[in-house]
């Protein structure tokens, strides 16, 4: 009977080493915002950007290099805009078959969590439902609820394992008040949708405030992604109202911001819209409570403070350690955990992905555009 109890125990205690984060660990998210239904380059005058055949080829390129890369979308891939105000009815079989080209694309490119942004819902509930099976990725929302039960109408976070590290990714849905009147306007004259009549979205300050404390406190998560698409002031105010998000990956209207933004201990980033880039960012972790910082700007500074010393300017190499000691302890001795972002540009020199040419309409390929556009395909 003992023998029996120590062999329980053991394997208690493996099964707890087993499922502990293995630090340090390098955790790379590969994250996009606002496609907004763009499947080919687009853009105005001489440049040309995006398209699936770009993105493809970019994602698959940091997949070979690293396969535990984390693929996210932050929201409104699906449909533009443009849909609510014009809605031609000629368009809508091209876009609805777009949009389904579009979450082929996420499948292949190994999307693993996405937020409903508010232009994913312009053609109805269940077309989303739909779009989602396709995607074969969980559209997430934390906000998007039933009006009665209060209920969340899709999953509002999902788990992922990444060697060891248990990381929630949290959807937040633009609760402003142009898109609540799109939702009952929809719902009033098309007549898709009655489900949308019973749809609020919610604030999501004591939402997300809670969901967090109930992660941290049950364990259920050391690391927390939120994709938002309330649009990027509207991110830093939540932020500031909301303590334990380590990244925030957004959407929406607002300043497309080409370099991350701190808030607080939480990392702010975007990837722009129309799929002109990807974004890759890359967190160094070592299971502490120190604060994040980007290399870059650190290799920066010691740069900065070398030239100003050798060029004996003194107030700026003042204002240059000062910045410095964000990256130190009392010691002056580095404390924090270093994350690297970037932007990849989906421009001229990014290759086309073959896989991805082949979802287009014939009418696409082989399509060229003037100057730095969509490559001829043999």
Known sequence: MKIILLIIMLMV?????????????KLTIVYSSDLE???????????????????????????????????L????????????????????????????IIAKAMKITKVQAGCIGNCDLFNGFKNLKELNKKADYPLLSLNLVDKTSQKPYFKPYKIIKHKGL???????????????????????????????????????????????????????????????????????????????VDVLIGSGIGIEYLETVKVKNTIMCRAGGAGKFLGRIDFYLDGSNKPYGEKRKLDELIKDIKYFKEENKKEQLEEAEDDLKFFQDENGKINVQFFENNLIFLGKDMEDDPEMVNLLPEKYKGMIKDCNGFKKQD
């Open 13 to 25: 205690f493996v099964n707890l080493l087993n499922c502990s984060p293995k630090y340090p660990i």
């Open 37 to 71: 239904g763009n499947i080919i380059p687009t853009g105005c005058g001489k440049v040309y950007y995006g398209g699936l055949p770009r993105r493809g080829t970019a994602v698959k390129r940091i997949l070979k290099e690293n396969p535990d890369a984390i693929v």
């Open 166 to 244: 248990k990381i929630a990714v949290i959807g937040i849905t633009s609760p402003e008040e142009r898109f609540k009147t799109i939702i009952t306007v929809m719902a009033r004259e098309k007549d898709k949708d009655m489900i949308l009549q019973n749809l609020e979205v919610k604030r999501p300050k004591q939402l997300l405030t809670d969901l967090i404390q109930k992660l941290r406190k049950n364990k259920e998560a050391d690391f927390i992604i939120v994709l938002s698409n309330l649009g990027s002031m509207d991110d830093i105010n939540l932020i500031n109202e909301v303590d334990g």
């Open 73 to 100: 979308d932050a929201g409104s891939p699906f449909y533009s805009r443009d849909m609510f105000y014009t809605w031609p009815e000629s368009l809508i079989a091209e876009w609805n078959n777009n949009a389904e």
